[in-house]
């Protein structure tokens, strides 16, 4: 902390680990996305089933049935 020295030395980002942190962040939006489009391919399944007259079968075991 003399009068010769500039500063600090501020660490620089590893590539590495903004490699595999980008990658992590991929994977858990890659993932959010897949449990999305399941719900809605559940809801659509759920809902023709509906519309053929057949129950669904989450409603099967409640005893107020659609």
Do not use: H
């Not at 009068?3 to 959010?32: C, H, K, M, Q, W």
């Amino acid at each position: 902390m003399g009068l010769y020295t500039p500063g600090e030395e501020v660490p620089r980002d590893n590539s590495i680990f903004l490699l595999a942190e980008g990658i992590i962040s991929v994977l858990i939006v890659a993932f959010g996305v897949l449990i999305y489009f399941l719900s809605l391919r559940d809801a659509w399944l759920n809902g023709k089933k509906r519309d053929e007259g057949s129950p669904s079968t989450a409603c099967v075991s409640s005893t107020r049935c659609c």
